[in-house]
C-alpha cells in the first residue's frame, strides 16, 4: 500500500477512535465511519472489512506508540522521574475525561469477543489467548523495563515491581472507566498518582 493509502488509514482510524471513545464500540458501525470520514462505503472497506477490524488495529498503533515513545527516551538517558512524571500527568488528564476514554469500547469490544469464542482473528480462542491479555502483557513488560531503568540509574528504588506495575494500571483503567459514567473528583486520580511517585522515587 503507498503513502497515500497509509495516510487514508491512519485518517479512518483518527476518525473511528473519536467515535468509539464517544459512543463505545457497540454502537459504531461502518456506515458511521463513512459519514466521520466523509469515505463511499466502497471507499472504507477498500482498508478495513469491518469495525472489529478499525478498532483492533486502533489498539495495535496506540500500544506501539506508546512503548516506542518509551523506548525512545530510554535509549536517549532522559531521567526516569522526567519520564514519569509526563506519563504520570497524561495519565492524570486521562483518568479524568470520560469524554476521550476508549475504557468502554475496550470493554465491550473483548467482552463480545470473549462471549462467542472468537479470537481477535476470527479464529477459535483457546481462552488465554486473547488480544487484550496481549496487550496486558505488553504494557506490564513496558513499564517493567522502565521500573528497571529508574532502579539501575538510582532515581527509583528498588521495591516490588509486579506490586507498583498492578497498582498503576489497574487503578488507571479503573478509574477511567468510572469517568465515563460518573463524574470523578479531581483528588482521586491525584491521590493515586501521589501514591506511585511516593513509591517509586528515591
Not at 503513502?3 to 457497540?26: C, H, V
Not at 512503548?67 to 483518568?95: C, F, N, Q, S, T
Amino acid at each position: 500500500m503507498g503513502k497515500k493509502g497509509e495516510e487514508t488509514k491512519k485518517r479512518i482510524r483518527q476518525k473511528a477512535l473519536s467515535l468509539f471513545a464517544r459512543k463505545g464500540f457497540k454502537s459504531v458501525t461502518m456506515k458511521d465511519i463513512c459519514i466521520e470520514t466523509g469515505l463511499s462505503r466502497g471507499g472504507l472497506y477498500r482498508y478495513y472489512e469491518s469495525t472489529h477490524q478499525i478498532f483492533s488495529e486502533i489498539m495495535d498503533v496506540l500500544m506501539n506508540a506508546q512503548d516506542d515513545e518509551l523506548a525512545a527516551k530510554m535509549e536517549k538517558e532522559v531521567p526516569a522521574p522526567a519520564i514519569l512524571d509526563e506519563i504520570l500527568g497524561r495519565y492524570e488528564k486521562e483518568m479524568l475525561d470520560g469524554s476521550g476514554s476508549l475504557s468502554i469500547a475496550i470493554l465491550e469490544f473483548y467482552s463480545e469477543k470473549q462471549s462467542d469464542g472468537r479470537s481477535d482473528d476470527g479464529g477459535k480462542d483457546g481462552g488465554g489467548d486473547s488480544k487484550l491479555f496481549r496487550q496486558y502483557i505488553c504494557s506490564k513488560s513496558m513499564w517493567d523495563n522502565f521500573i528497571s531503568y529508574g532502579v539501575k540509574r538510582g532515581e527509583f528504588k528498588n521495591i516490588d515491581r509486579e506490586e507498583i506495575i498492578d497498582l498503576i494500571l489497574f487503578s488507571y483503567q479503573g478509574v477511567r472507566m468510572f469517568s465515563t459514567i460518573m463524574p470523578i473528583d479531581k483528588q482521586i486520580p491525584r491521590r493515586i498518582i501521589s501514591h506511585i511517585k511516593k513509591a517509586l522515587l528515591v
